[in-house]
């Protein structure tokens, strides 16, 4: 299996936090849409034999800011480029979309004969999107288009807190997505959380967890707000206009953060993600796996255990150069190597609560790796950050706030 991240740069206007590739350049769309499904079909090639896509992922920037036509074309260029799509899915190869009575979308095939093998349609389909996009018309054309999940980025449910870090939603709105989306039949919503804002208490951290939880959706995911080189509120730290809250309190934040959401029945499945059972993002989950997965779009990184790349940052220039048919000016890329492939694992894997499982590193790298891991592990396992059990080594609850230093403790050299 695989995945697509489509990344998505166009935004209304930019948060002062983020420091994803974005522009507000909504002239550049249209263009750029064309640029992404041409380049889908460049990429086909570059799927292994027998893979099928399971996940399909829009990323961004706000990938709300597609139009709907836009996004389905995007879906039936996938459907006609890659073995991932039934005959059934609305965007299938060799299909068109139609309005039946009802105003559903329908498919017409339109191939002169059958076709050979079996297609199953991608398991999760996720579109990251703004509350102030959602709206019960667009809703309901989002799930004709077969998306299934939908990852809402709420931040806080404080007006004043959103206003600091430049979104343009308001707390009330994202009351009404949830309500649009679950009336459209959404049964996939995540929601992305900050914590560590300045000034920040914890009785207000508090609050926000109980507005997510009484949302009771699917998915969480929440993040201590880091202040990246660069984005207007480094310049405000640095102008001493604004100031990071103690670092002994953002840590107590994420504590109450784990104990409020696995008492509210969310598996804490990953350093910063809690799902319902059943409903652990696959896509991201294929990240920390490392499950191979093509990255189509300006910025978007790609990945097949051989190989890293990493497409320009530049949505106009890259445009052009797709369009040009000059796809080897879009990105750079690196070889991964034995040592990379396991520093990889110990920087992914390890972030999740499955952990590593040792057998499988010592079946794709050999038994050198196993036995390096294996021999540095002893200290933190001496000291309760990690622990082994069923053939499986993981963060313990302790470990989880020393995460990067015990991974640091785990890394390989390039000597070694």
Known sequence: MAGIYIHI????????YCAFYSTTRSDLRPRYVDA?????????????????????????????????????????????????????????????????????????????????????????????????????????ALVQTGINRVSLGAQSFSDSRLKIIGRRHSRQQIDDAIACLRNAGVKNISIDLMFGFPEETMAEWEYDLRQAIALDVEHISAYSLTYEEGTPLSVLRAKKRIAEIDESLSVAMYDRLIDRLTAADYEHYEVSNFARKGFRSRHNSSYWHGIPYIGVGAAAHSYNRTTR????????????????????????????????????????????????DLQELENRLGRKFCQYLSANARKAIAAGTLIFEKGHLSLTRKGLFVSDAVMTDLIMLPEY
Not at 94 to 101: H, I, P
Not at 318 to 324: G, L, N, Q, R, T
């Open 9 to 16: 740069p166009f935004c209304a206007s930019r948060c002062s």
């Open 36 to 140: 992404v499904c041409r380049e889908l079909a460049a990429r086909k090639s570059e799927l292994p034999s027998g893979e099928v896509i399971e996940t399909v992922y829009f990323g961004g920037g706000t990938p709300s800011q597609l139009t709907i036509g836009e996004l389905q074309k995007i879906l039936q260029q996938i459907g006609e480029s890659y073995p991932s799509v039934s005959e059934s899915s609305p965007f299938t190869s060799d299909s068109c979309l139609l309005a039946n009575e009802q105003g559903s979308l329908t498919t017409q095939n339109h191939s002169s004969g059958s076709r050979e093998g079996s297609f199953q349609p991608p398991q999760e389909l996720t579109l990251e999107c703004n509350p102030d996009d959602v709206t019960p018309t667009w809703c309901d």
């Open 309 to 356: 790349r990493w497409n320009i940052s530049d949505a106009n220039r890259y445009a052009e150069s797709v369009m040009e048919g000059r796809f080897d000016d879009i990105f750079d890329y690196e070889i991964i190597d034995e040592t990379t492939a396991y520093n990889d694992i110990i920087t992914t894997a390890l972030r999740t609560s499955d952990g590593i």
